[in-house]
């Protein structure tokens, strides 16, 4: 951690309230026919008219047959997933260790907001320490007073009660409470004052991308609640994805569909918190992993997302799409493991 804490100091996605309970204190908070023009002089019998009348309900029944297969069309015989969202890109991440693109949307590469998706950078740095992650942090006022103050989702984080790196680690990811961010970001940069210490780290974010080869991609903040100058591409995200599940810390947390913990007060009781993930596809999803949803009114909605199947990993993301985004995923997904 920076110069300035001890171990015990430690967009937007819609608000997600945690739900919160501290025992003898308080009570619990609860945080998808064919019309044919007459000739003039022409006479048509019952006879045409029938003929005209059967061959219109042929072609009308071939023509949903036709339309009935191109929807059950087979993901392999296809040349590229039946989506519309063109900021997407697909890896096969093979032995974990090294990546091959399988398919990139036509602005894979372009460089656009990425809301919520950006703590999954924010994790990567806090993980470049995880001699830390039983290190306690107290929350502060402050982190409660931001996501107030700017309408961020927020894990409900109770002022004066401590919890781990590793339990703020699912705080921020599951149900992408800004609140955990702040206070990761609070407690792993360095400088004499909290703007101090979130601006270097914002710095190290930047830095890590870099390392990583990120080229379309800038940070301004640590939670994706943008400040004008935060955006990535489709392909540095699924990079990125990849790399962070590499992380055992990392992948053991957005693996969750909910996360049950408890965290000691600031008056002595014990505070129970239950954080619910806000990526639908681990439910939907045979195989899926992870990994980070995002939105917001640049953004539109994000997913990175990663699956397993057949000793196969993939790893996938989609910006700037629409509610769709789960359905999109999927259909990416099936694609890749056709092929």
């Given amino acids: 951690m920076g110069s300035h804490a001890r171990p015990n100091r430690i967009h937007r996605t819609g608000v997600r309230i945690a739900m919160v309970a501290m025992v003898g204190a308080a009570l619990p908070i609860t945080a998808s026919g064919l019309a044919q023009a007459a000739t003039p002089g022409a006479t048509h019998s019952a006879d045409d008219n029938q003929d005209a009348h059967r061959q219109q309900a042929a072609d009308q029944q071939a023509a949903g047959q036709q339309g009935a297969a191109a929807d059950a069309q087979d993901p392999k015989d296809q040349a590229a997933p039946q989506v519309k969202v063109d ?60 996501v107030q103050k700017v309408g961020a989702s927020t894990a409900d984080l109770q002022t004066g009660d401590t919890l781990t790196v590793r339990q ?30 979130i601006a270097d780290f914002v710095r190290q974010m930047n830095d890590e991308a870099q390392a990583l080869g990120m080229t379309g991609t800038h940070y301004d903040t640590y939670d994706g609640i943008s400040h004008g100058n935060n955006h990535s591409t489709a392909r540095d995200l699924a990079k990125l994805g990849q790399r962070a599940m590499l992380q055992p810390a990392f992948a053991d947390v957005v693996k969750n569909k909910q996360f049950k913990t408890e965290a000691p007060a600031a008056n002595g009781h014990t505070r129970y918190y239950t954080w619910n993930n806000t990526n639908e596809l ?34 996938g993301a989609i910006l700037k799409d629409d509610q769709g985004r789960f359905d999109d995923a999927t259909k990416i997904l099936d694609w890749g493991f056709a092929h």
């Fill in 87 to 146: 900021h997407a890109f697909l890896l096969d991440a093979r032995d974990g260790s090294q990546e091959r693109q399988m398919w990139a949307g036509a602005k894979a590469d372009e460089s656009v907001p990425m809301a919520s998706t950006t703590k999954i950078m924010t994790a990567l740095v806090v993980l470049k320490h995880p001699e830390w992650l039983e290190h306690g942090i107290q929350v502060k006022q402050e982190y409660r007073d931001y």
């Fill in 168 to 197: 703020l680690l699912h705080a921020m990811l599951l149900p992408s409470g800004s609140d955990a961010a702040r206070a990761l970001a609070d407690n792993y940069g360095q400088g004499a004052t909290e703007d101090e210490r």
């Fill in 282 to 315: 681990l439910s939907t999803y045979d195989g899926a992993l992870g990994i980070k949803t995002g939105s917001g009114p640049e953004s539109g909605y994000c997913l990175v997302f990663a699956a397993e199947r057949d000793n196969r990993t993939l790893v």
